[in-house]
């Protein structure tokens, strides 16, 4: 069964540190999202992508926060310069449609830890 | 806006009982759909179930169980004789036109099964 798969499941980095959080969508699904859980909290939204650009993004995607599609598959995250605050699991998701409300599919996360 | 709302923080059942999560939806558009999502302790966010607005059908796979009722705004989830590998947190969410469609999260019910 197609899944999203993300990488790393784990990430450590120093306060003021760039990183990169990388996701898979499912091959054939045309819209991609980031959503945020800061530890035992709510699943939050940041943001969202079609067809190359973001059509969508939430109050918590700041300027620090940057999305890409560098080729046909992946489709990252970076966080330029990560903050304590930005502890947290971050998921990836893709879906086939936008309306019709298709579910979407979630990545298994990453769990990214400021230091 | 969409809004969704888990009024349970936490429920602690023992193996066998029934239990039922609650969830409440806002929406002004008449086009809307639901789901329900399974966070196992591993932290994946696992897809369970999808309704769309017009179909008031409830819904039964295995031990799960789900009714929706427009009068309410409500899409309760129940699951028959609960068992240990239960235990996750549940979240409902909401994806409608007025909100392109973007799942909106509710906070989340932890679900305890004691053996």
């Known amino acids: 069964e197609p899944e999203v798969t993300q990488t790393p499941s784990h990430q450590v980095t120093q306060m003021g540190q760039e990183v990169i959080l990388r996701c898979v969508p499912i091959s054939n699904h045309l819209y991609f999202y980031w959503y945020r859980q800061i530890l035992g909290q709510k699943v939050e939204f940041l943001v969202s992508f079609y067809n190359n650009e973001i059509s969508e993004k939430s109050e918590i995607f700041d300027d620090q926060f940057s999305v890409e599609r560098p080729d046909g598959s992946n489709f990252t995250l970076k966080i330029r310069s990560t903050k304590l605050e930005d502890s947290a699991m971050y998921f990836c998701a893709s879906t086939k449609l936008l309306q019709g409300g298709t579910e979407a599919f979630f990545g298994q996360g990453t769990r990214l830890t400021v230091v | 806006a969409q809004k969704v709302t888990q009024a349970q923080t936490e429920i602690s059942v023992v193996e066998k009982e029934d239990v039922t999560l609650d969830c409440v939806y806002e929406t002004r558009d008449t086009t809307y759909y639901l789901f329900w999502y399974k966070q196992p302790p591993s932290g994946e966010l696992v897809f369970l179930i999808r309704?769309?607005?017009?179909?008031?059908q409830n819904e039964i796979s295995g031990r799960y169980s789900w009714n929706f009722q427009k009068s309410t705004s409500s899409f309760n989830f129940t699951i028959t004789a609960s068992q240990v590998v239960d235990s996750a947190v549940y979240f409902c969410a909401l994806s409608s036109s007025g909100g392109s469609y973007i799942p909106t999260f509710g906070r989340g019910t932890s679900l305890i099964v004691h053996p």
């Open positions: 309704r769309n607005s017009f179909d008031e």
